[in-house]
């Protein structure tokens, strides 16, 4: 361990830098697989408990005594890298590889420049925002290119389907956070958590509270989840657009929509939410005593612990979701998303800018 240390003393700062980055990158890509492996898990247990039944509970993790169920993730992973994959003959090979990947990509890039600790991100930029909203539009060219490279006219249809309700909910999506920027004053994620400090009244939730309901919509429909998983809609189109994947060619979509399950939390925590911000903070005297105490001061103060858990919260709203409300038909989707959502957020962007003018909430001098 001293060699270690002796070592990274005498690299230049820059390359430690760029190790510590590095470093951060792999130990956030870990967790981020590891936590897609369990979110699985976590839907089946939850919805089980909704509807009385016990979900998953055979498959033990490595063998050992009082793990039920634990291993089953790891389970289902195996299953995936056993099973063939098929490429249709007349399909375009290249762009049938590729789709998965462009799917899943964006979902784990788009954490570079999320804050997950106080006053810390991969990539500290000042456009962050825009980063976001650029890479969470480029998933949707994965959904076309598997629709169209299956050569199959299911997968096509299933394709166009699944992008016309995205870029619909996309832009509903991209207004509500017009309203985000206009009440930080900022791109940058870790300045727009900064101006959340208070108290969780402080927090975007409050004072934003149509354009919060109008991005939590969309960010369930973003990611094709039920009431709005048309995507996968068995009796209508078969199975969407990936009908022709197989093996762990269709793992890679199906790791895509819970990573992005996980990001749309990430997000929804950081922009209205407060992100790493304590619930108890402006409740608490920055040199109150109580922050001293071990385990009490860490619960009281700000850190990742409280945005994982926000996450967390959000992520069972998805499966409660799924539990509780049928599918919708699409001319349904089509028309919230159009005709209601759009509108809301239009309006009040418009609200928006009058109490910003007369210095009103989160607005005040």
Request: charged share 10%; hydrophobic share 55%; net charge positive.
């Amino acid at each position: 361990m001293q060699w270690f240390i002796t070592q990274w003393q005498q690299l230049p700062p820059v390359a430690q830098g760029a190790l510590f980055s590095l470093l951060i990158i792999v130990i956030v890509t870990v967790a981020l697989i590891l936590s897609v492996a369990y979110m699985t898990l976590w839907e089946r247990k939850v919805i089980g408990w909704m509807q009385l039944r016990r979900g998953p509970n055979r498959v033990r993790l490595f063998g050992l005594p009082h793990t039920e169920y634990i291993g089953q993730p790891f389970a289902d992973v195996v299953k995936l890298l056993l099973k063939e994959i098929v490429i249709p003959s007349k399909s375009n090979s290249i762009l049938f590889r590729l789709a998965p990947a462009i799917a899943l990509v964006p979902a784990f890039a788009t954490w570079a420049v999320v804050p997950i600790a106080p006053k810390y991100a991969i990539a500290n930029v000042d456009a962050g925002l825009l980063y976001v909203l650029s890479l969470t539009s480029v998933g949707v060219y994965g959904v076309i290119l598997a629709g169209w490279a299956s050569n199959s006219k299911y997968a096509f249809l299933g394709a166009m389907r699944s992008a016309a309700q995205i870029v619909a909910y996309e832009i509903a999506m991209g207004f509500a956070l017009v309203g985000v920027l206009m009440a930080a004053g900022s791109l940058n994620l870790g300045q727009i958590v900064e101006h959340q400090r208070g108290s969780f009244l402080a927090w975007n939730w409050f004072w934003l509270f149509p354009l919060f309901m109008v991005y939590a919509i969309s960010g369930v429909a973003e990611t094709n989840r039920a009431p709005f998983d048309v995507a996968e809609g068995e009796s209508e189109i078969v199975a969407g657009f990936h009908v022709e994947y197989s093996g762990m060619a269709f793992a890679l979509f199906f790791l895509a929509e819970y990573a992005n399950m996980i990001l749309i939390a990430g997000l929804t925590a950081i922009f209205f939410f407060g992100g790493w911000l304590s619930p108890l903070d402006g409740y608490v005297a920055a040199d109150s005593a109580l922050r001293h105490v071990p385990l009490l001061g860490l619960f009281i103060g700000d850190g990742t612990h409280w945005l994982v858990f926000k996450m967390f919260v959000w992520l069972t709203v998805f499966l409660w979701l799924r539990a509780t409300f049928p599918r919708y038909r699409y001319d349904q989707i089509m028309r919230l998303g159009w005709k209601v959502l759009i509108p809301i957020t239009l309006v009040w962007i418009a609200v928006e800018g009058v109490l910003a003018w007369y210095h009103v909430g989160p607005w005040k001098a």
